[in-house]
């Protein structure tokens, strides 16, 4: 978990900071159990984005001055006390935004973003499915639909959740229902964006549920994970299980099918500009108080057994957040407005 300090390499472009909050996002829990493409070798640092303030910088670094607020995105390392990563992704934090929030910002934001407006063209007047509804992607989502007119959202969540999140979405189904006869009945010409982190079985069905021109994006394969350890069982049954995609049925019916991998977009893609940009278009939503970050709890650095255990057993609402200078003992979301809106300030 500890890092050295060390002065960055002059040559680079990159920034140094000691690190305040990390994000937990449900990819961790993926790279732990190498059910991800070319999982690392161990032993890893992991963890893809952060908070802090700027310590050091390259002398090449431009728009950076030390003592900066920043939120970043890191290609693994960021569950550490210091990182240091390249400044093309690394962001200021607003003033009025706490290290907290800003730590469990980029991943989720950025991925509903570019999901719905890069890649779908979401519209006023459209509709949207989304899965994991109560999770923080799942919240970035409902949120920016929010803010065009007249969007439709279908969710899927544990029951537990919905009243935590009914407000935020226009249609809640619980994860296990029929949610294809839900939506038809509904909308009987289904949905124009269907967002699947799900994968397998619920491939066809989103494929399914499309209106003409409608987007399926496949962004994540939750499906695989079935507990602390990898399950083989879960993984082929998964992959079974997912559609077959036929391009002369997808021109014949119009519908469109994509994918989206933030991850590798950013550190595969040579695409940090890009992210730069739509970075700028979030923080003038948040700035002008259209989106904020749901954050579900805190926890240690040592918590993060139990900070993950939470996400497996489903428990989260909002996004989950490591805190380096916090002792063990979580603080987790319970069921009064009141203590929900202190998880969500800045006091921690
Ligand atoms: N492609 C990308 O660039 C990208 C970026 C970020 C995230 N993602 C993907 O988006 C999804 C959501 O990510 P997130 O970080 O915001 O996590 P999250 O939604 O907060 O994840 C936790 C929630 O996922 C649901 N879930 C579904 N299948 C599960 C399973 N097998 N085990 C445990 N929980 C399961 C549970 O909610 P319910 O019980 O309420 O359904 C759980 O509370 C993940 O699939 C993640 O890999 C993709």
């Keep these: 978990w500890k890092f050295l300090r060390v002065t960055p390499k002059q ?30 070798k161990t ?8 908070s802090g303030i700027v310590e050091a910088l390259g002398d090449s670094v431009k728009g950076f001055e030390i003592g900066d607020r920043v939120m970043a995105f890191v290609n693994y390392s960021a569950w550490a006390e210091v990182v240091c990563t390249p400044v093309e992704f690394v962001y200021k934090i607003p003033d ?21 407006f890069e890649v779908a063209n979401l519209r006023e007047g459209m ?33 537990f959740k919905h009243e935590a999140i009914k407000d935020s979405v226009t249609h809640l189904f619980d994860r296990n229902a029929d949610y294809v006869q839900e939506v038809k009945r509904i909308s009987t010409d289904g949905v124009d964006i269907v967002l699947d982190c799900l994968c397998g079985e619920n491939t066809g069905k989103g494929l399914s549920l499309l209106k003409p021109l409608g987007t399926y994006i496949l962004y994540g394969s939750s499906n695989m994970v079935t507990g602390e350890t990898k399950s083989f ?19 014949e019916e119009n519908k469109v099918i994509a ?20 970075m700028d278009k979030l923080l003038n939503l948040y700035n002008n108080k259209k989106i904020k970050p749901v954050v579900d709890s805190l926890w240690a650095l040592e918590e993060v ?39 969500t300030s800045n006091q921690y």
């Design 11 to 40: 040559s680079f472009l990159i920034i140094f900071f000691p690190v305040f909050y990390s994000g937990l996002n449900f990819i961790d829990l993926m790279v732990r159990q190498g059910n991800i493409d070319n999982p690392p």
């Design 305 to 343: 057994k139990e900070a993950m255990q939470r996400i497996h057993d489903r428990g989260n609402i909002g996004k989950l957040i490591l805190d380096v200078e916090k002792a063990p003992t979580p603080l987790v979301r319970n069921s009064s407005k009141e203590d929900n809106e202190k998880l």
């Design 43 to 50: 032993p890893l640092v992991p963890g893809f984005e952060c």
């Design 96 to 116: 009025d935004m706490s290290f907290s929030e800003a730590a469990a910002f980029p991943m989720n934001f950025v991925t509903a973003y570019m999901m719905l």
């Design 127 to 159: 509709s949207v499915l989304v899965h994991s509804a109560g999770g923080g992607v799942g919240q970035a989502v409902a949120q920016l639909c929010s803010t065009i007119p007249n969007v439709t959202v279908f969710g899927t969540a544990s029951s």
């Design 259 to 278: 994918g989206f991998s933030l991850l590798n977009l950013l550190f595969k893609q040579n695409r940090g500009g890009l992210i730069k940009g739509v």
């Design 233 to 251: 069982f879960s993984f082929a049954k998964s992959w079974w299980q997912v559609e077959k995609v036929n391009p002369i049925k997808l021109y």
